[in-house]
Nanobody
Framework: QVQLVESGGGLVQTGGSLRLSCAGS????????LGWYRQTPGKQRELVAQ???????NYADSVKGRFTISGGNAKNTVYLQMNSLKPEDTGVYYC?????WGQGTQVTVSS
């Protein structure tokens, strides 16, 4: 069974950047259908970026122009490049594919 492990979170100031990684194990790993989600206190987990099963990418309106999802290389890793970070981007970021979730990585953006 594929397992997903996120990394790259941390504390950053407003306007800063972080790159999150989602590493998948197993020969059946594929970037297609993988999404990055974030969870903030009191809110539902929301999809922020996704590589669709057709290889196109989708972004939440709140992150368009600032976040970039990429990956599917031989390293079995999908990245989420986050630029121009805002305090409202704070949360735990998870990757998900085929109902498999990673453990999450905390992103904190200070004002």
């Amino acid at each position: 069974q594929v397992q997903l492990v996120e990394s790259g979170g941390g504390l950053v100031q407003t306007g800063g950047s972080l790159r999150l990684s989602c590493a998948g194990s197993g020969s059946s790993f594929s970037a297609l259908g993988l999404g990055w989600y974030r969870q903030t206190p009191g809110k539902q987990r929301e999809l922020v970026a996704q590589i669709t099963n057709f290889g196109t990418v989708n972004y939440a309106d709140s992150v368009k122009g600032r976040f970039t999802i990429s990956g599917g290389n031989a390293k079995n890793t999908v990245y989420l490049q986050m630029n121009s970070l805002k305090p409202e981007d704070t949360g735990v970021y998870y990757c998900n594919r085929a109902n498999v979730w990673g453990q999450g990585t905390q992103v904190t953006v200070s004002s």
